[in-house]
């Protein structure tokens, strides 16, 4: 009786009272031990008792592969089909397999530091807190009359004796994009430029002018901005400072209500004629409610279907102008990921990479076969920024500019220009 007591302690020690005051508890214990002596929890299926043949199995895996099945799913399924898992340790596997993805995504870049570095906005240093507001303003334009960045000279052989993580080689915004974002990141780096101003501006006159009356920053390259909230997303990162998201940038959109925001008027040759001269039915873009007045446009001027719609809001029309820029829109949807696949060579291809490898003319042809004045337009909204002609232009920039062109936001402008930005860049630069 006493080596009995003992052995009680020694199973099952505090919890022995609740034990034999709760007498199923023990026999619940016990069927379990029974069961996974015998193999019951075991993670694989007993042999001879697969959920379909081997055959079978390879058909379903091979299936899954032809139609773009992700690999790691293709992998789970083989181990379910061919290993003999269980179903339980499938979604075990599942949830570790998911659990060890986040952990590893919330993981910081090596060399990245632990809290990203605060900035002041890039005009903080020419205001003073004894100005005025009007003597502030003059401040802000004074700032945007210099040039971006400092003159290398050759004489000066302290760049050798420095280390930098990484050199940086161009000239505008998105050079200094993806400087900020690195310096944000705590690498150590230099801009070098072949321009004096590293914002691609010139300035036009000097205070002396009697012409000008004054200096003005002239935009070479051109910074209109379309989709302006989605852009502003992307420039935060790089832009945030302590009291604005933005950086102090704002952007001002072209045009005005009366004209519906119009920012852009194309003249084709031929287009809306019987003939091919120089004549041409101009086509104004505005940002009111663009696809259904595009579409109407190709419908009164064009010969194009009209887009109706019926008393569900359903569209009943026959409209292919208004079909393939709803097209474009869903393959342009997809581009945001496809851009940042680029970075983790992922494998998974979508609308927007199949686009990538074709050529514009290829989608123009196909879905507008009939009416070739509205494959005209469609061709040269699309290429409106590219100087290239569509059988060698690819679908993605294609159908990048029609989306950006037809967007309900219209088309915005930085106010200062881009060598606002760019200061506001370089100012990042430098205080990280």
């Known amino acids: ?41 075991s993670p694989f299926r007993k042999s001879g008792s697969p959920p379909v043949g081997k055959t079978t199995s390879i058909m379903i895996l091979f299936m899954m592969h032809r139609n773009g099945v992700r690999m790691d799913a293709l992998l789970l399924a083989a181990t379910f089909f061919l290993v003999g898992l269980q179903p339980w340790a499938l979604v075990g596997l599942v949830i570790i397999g998911k659990w060890e993805m986040d952990r590893r995504k919330r993981k910081r870049i090596g060399g ?32 945007l009359d210099t040039p971006v960045g400092t003159k290398f000279n ?39 430029s072949p321009r004096d101003d590293v914002s691609g501006c010139v300035t036009l006159g000097d205070k002396s002018s009697s012409v000008l009356g004054k200096k003005i920053p002239f935009d070479i390259d051109g910074m209109n901005v379309a989709q302006l909230s989605r852009q502003q997303e992307l420039l935060a990162p790089a832009l ?13 959109r072209i045009g ?68 393939y820029l ?5 393959i342009n949807a997809g581009s945001a990921d496809y851009y940042l696949s680029k970075l983790y060579n992922a494998k998974e291809s979508n609308a927007y990479q199949e686009a990538s490898v074709r050529t514009a003319s290829a989608f ?37 500019n029609i989306c950006a062109m037809t967007s309900e936001e219209g088309v915005a402008y930085p106010v200062g220009g881009p060598r606002a930005i760019c200061h506001a860049l370089t100012s990042v630069i430098e205080q990280c």
Do not use: W
């Open 1 to 41: 009786a006493a080596k009995f007591e003992r052995l009680l302690d020694e199973k099952y020690g505090r919890l022995r009272p609740f034990i034999e005051s709760h007498p199923n508890v023990e026999i619940f214990i016990k069927n379990v031990q029974r069961k996974y002596a015998m193999g019951a929890f």
């Open 112 to 143: 990245m530091p632990k809290k990203i570095a605060t900035v002041e906005a890039y005009f903080a240093s020419a205001l003073d807190a004894n100005l005025s507001e009007e003597e502030e303003v003059k401040a802000k334009y004074a700032l």
């Open 154 to 192: 050759p004489a000066d052989l302290s760049l050798r004796d420095e280390e930098y993580d990484v050199i940086v080689l161009g000239s505008g915004p998105e050079t200094l994009y993806a400087a900020a974002l690195l310096a944000r990141a705590g690498k150590k780096l230099v801009v070098l």
């Open 240 to 252: 945030c400072t302590t009291t604005d998201t933005q950086g102090g940038i704002r952007f001002s």
């Open 256 to 323: 005005s209500n009366l004209d519906g925001y119009a920012h852009s008027i194309l003249s084709v040759p031929g287009l809306g004629t019987d003939n091919t001269s120089a004549e041409c039915i101009p086509v104004v873009l505005n940002a009111t409610g663009s696809l259904a007045s595009l579409a109407e446009y190709c419908s009164t001027c064009l010969g194009d279907g009209f887009p109706g719609v019926d008393l569900d809001g359903k569209d009943n029309g026959n409209s292919n102008s208004l079909s």
């Open 326 to 330: 709803r097209a474009c829109n869903q």
């Open 364 to 400: 123009l042809n196909k879905c507008l076969p009939l009416n070739t004045h509205v494959r005209s337009l469609m061709a040269a909204i699309g290429m409106m920024n590219e100087n290239l002609c569509p059988d060698k232009t690819s679908m993605a920039a294609h159908v990048t």
